[in-house]
């Protein structure tokens, strides 16, 4: 087991996104490699187009210190990641997503382009999951459009998403279509 690296609190979502995308823009494969990937610990089953790196740490979320798992990586110009965040009781759940949903659109400077109600297989029905379409801004200043989905199991609370300058449609559902909770 690998030592993992305490993190910053204020913006540190997007600054590891950011530096995951910097690290995906040097790489030397502009191909997508997916693999089912699952977060340890997790329900979650998913697809990832490239090996993702994890951090760990506690963050601030609706007013509570909850512990989150981070896993990125950068296939292309586009950055994938998926966040894992346990809540401590049920009522904090729905209060949970609407505080990320909130944080996408705060890391990005994001405008709210679309938003659709949201199903993965397995996910505790919740009407503040949805698959939200954004457009934003780097950390870096440049043009970007995100699509993140939020969905719940029980107390964890889940985050997906994929950002770049533009985001491939087909990758994009490849990766939100492989998600599944068992």
């Known amino acids: 087991m690998s030592a993992r690296k305490p993190m910053p609190r204020r913006g540190a979502w997007a600054r590891v996104l950011s530096l995951a995308a910097a690290a995906g823009a040097t790489g030397c494969t502009p191909t997508h490699d997916w693999r089912e990937f699952r977060p340890d610990g997790s329900a979650l089953v998913s697809m990832f187009p490239c090996r993702p790196q994890h951090h760990a ?18 296939s292309g110009q586009e950055t994938w990641a998926i966040a894992v965040l346990d809540v401590a009781q049920p009522d904090q759940v729905a209060a949970a997503l609407q505080a990320l949903r909130r944080a996408a659109l705060a890391n990005f400077s994001a405008t709210l382009i679309r938003t659709s109600p949201l199903q993965v297989p397995g996910m505790t029905p919740n009407p503040n999951a949805a698959l939200d379409a954004l457009q934003g801004v780097s950390p870096q200043g ?17 985050q997906a998403t994929v950002f770049a300058p533009q985001v491939s449609p087909e990758a994009s559902e490849m990766f939100f279509s492989g998600l599944k909770l068992q």
């Open 57 to 74: 740490r506690t963050t601030e979320l609706a007013g509570m210190q909850v512990p989150m798992q981070l896993h990125v990586c950068s």
């Open 142 to 158: 440049a043009s970007t459009q995100v699509t993140a989905a939020f969905f719940a199991k029980g107390l964890r609370v889940y």
